[in-house]
């Protein structure tokens, strides 16, 4: 089954929602109405969005009970999802909630809020059937409209359903008992009459507006007594407004602002009325309201200017300010609840700054910089936990470090390659954490820009730093950490060795043996079946040999590069992130070295070749590089 008009209302005002349906209804326009059309064991949300989809338009009553109904807001909102018109039926003098604003701010609205309720209600059915006559719906010839008896009590119950003061009543005359057929009957006539009531007013045309056409009406029929309906069929003779004014551009109609468009016919037009009553509009805009009998043009709407008063201009500029002052509340909770938002976000972000959930808190910062591009502390963040995927990083001594990813190897070397000692037992190693490398050994520039001297024996920019003892070494990592404010530090033997085989198991991370043109070594001897080659008896700048795999440079030879650990014999079994001995064995005080120097044979340079001495020794041969933890 289809409908004509869904009267969308708050529950609260279910007087006055039964009141236009049976105006409408009586009128033959079809509405669905909550409960009444709710079908048995029917979902309530199943039914609205049904009574929505079947009707031609809505009938919002809108009040303040309105505004607080969220059952209201979903059915509006569906409703002009639908494309369906809405027309608000303004019972209370209140604003919209921004919720309902968002969706009626350029609907046209009735005014309901005075008595005489029973004009409100012929002006309601006038509208509604305009509406659904442009819309193609088949609601049969216009009957006559019939005026209610006026019924103080109607209004009085008008008033009580929108929390007013109803008026004060005179007492009326005790009446005399008559029967119960005389009491069916008088009930009866009134329901007829309250039924029919809202038709009159098309017979009753205002004449004479002060900027719109001449309307004029025909007269009304005798008053109907008490045992006697009006006919529906009685003849009048009424003007059509679009005779009467020039082509006006209708408002509802589907052209550029409106519903349909006519051509004006030319009738005679007798004597307008005084007693019809315009439908008010927003802006300076008054709807005309009119019928006609069998034989002449269907009802229409003119737009007519009204002449704008002090009053009227006043209204508007209150209205725009209350508008204004609207919008500005809905923004500003709008931006509370964005910051909100935001500043949850960041701590997401916070909560997931590390290496392990570092990809997390990128995309939680993404999600912030979509909300707010120049968010100060979403930047720094993605800078900060950016670095622990970059690929490599300079830092402010223009020291290149290069991102070693996490993995596992055979630690130490078989006891079948050259040169395999005893303290070099075989045994794998995990690494789960990703670490930042120094591309090449600390040179003589960068130590003393951080510690004001150069001890080297080989004195040169680019060459690296060497006569370094351990406690020097570790002295230089903790104030390139203050300076950085990152955490820097000698590499563990473990790091050392797996960042300098780079995925390989051969003696060298170049092969199975090595010659002078790749690395600085004494090559006077060969290593294996390898040849012998230059023995250069001192340091070469950092970086002119070629790198292994993971772009590390100098890993074989140049100078002995600390580590962080205490020396000590491997395990037998697997470890994870091994870091030596907490303290220093009884037997002796020993720190690692490892990678050879310029005055090392081949087998010294071995990338599984152990070499320690005490932490505060330092030689021409003895030199460092820098470790950066991830985060």
Partial sequence: MTY???ISHSSKDKVLADAMCAVLEANGVRCWIAPRDILPSESWAVAILRGISQSKMMVLIFSANANGSQHVHREVERAVA??????????????????????LSSAHWLNAIKPPFEQHLRDLSVTVRAVLESKGASLGPAPTLVTPRKSPAADSAFDADRGTSPRPQVAPAPAKPRGKMVVLVSVVLFLGLAAGGTWLALNKLKSGHPAGPSVASATPAPPATPKTLPSAASSVNVQNPLE????????????PGGISQRPAATTTSPAASPTSQPLPLRGNTTLVQATTPAGMPEPSYVSSPVAPTSATDDAAQRLAAEKAETERIANQRVAAQRAAQISQLLDLARSNDSPEKGKDALQTLNQVLTLDPQNAEALRLKDKISAYYAPTLTNSLKMLL?????????????????????????????????????AYPVTQ????????????????????????????????????????QKHYHLPTEAQWEYACRAGTTTPFYCGQTITSDLANYDARTAYANGLKGESRMKTTPVGIFKPNAWGLFDMCGNVNEWCSDWYSPYPTGDVVDPTGPDTAPPTASWRVLRGGSWGSTPIQCRSGARYKSAPGNHFNFYGLRVALDVG
């Fill in 4 to 6: 004509h008009v869904f």
């Fill in 82 to 103: 639908h494309a369906m018109p809405v027309l608000p039926v303004r019972v209370e003098d209140v604003l919209p909630a921004a919720e309902l604003e968002y969706f």
């Fill in 244 to 255: 009467a004014a020039a082509p006006t551009q209708n408002p509802l109609s589907p052209g």
């Fill in 402 to 438: 290069v991102r070693i990813e996490p993995g596992d190897f055979l630690m130490g070397t078989p006891a079948t390659e050259t040169g395999h000692a005893i303290d070099e037992t075989q045994h794998r190693v995990k690494i789960t954490k990703a670490y930042l490398l120094g």
């Fill in 445 to 484: 520039s960068q130590w003393s820009a951080l510690m004001t001297d150069n001890p080297s024996k080989f004195k040169g920019n680019d060459l690296p730093v060497e006569c370094v003892s351990w406690d020097d070494a570790v002295q230089f990592c903790e104030k390139l950490s203050a300076r950085e």
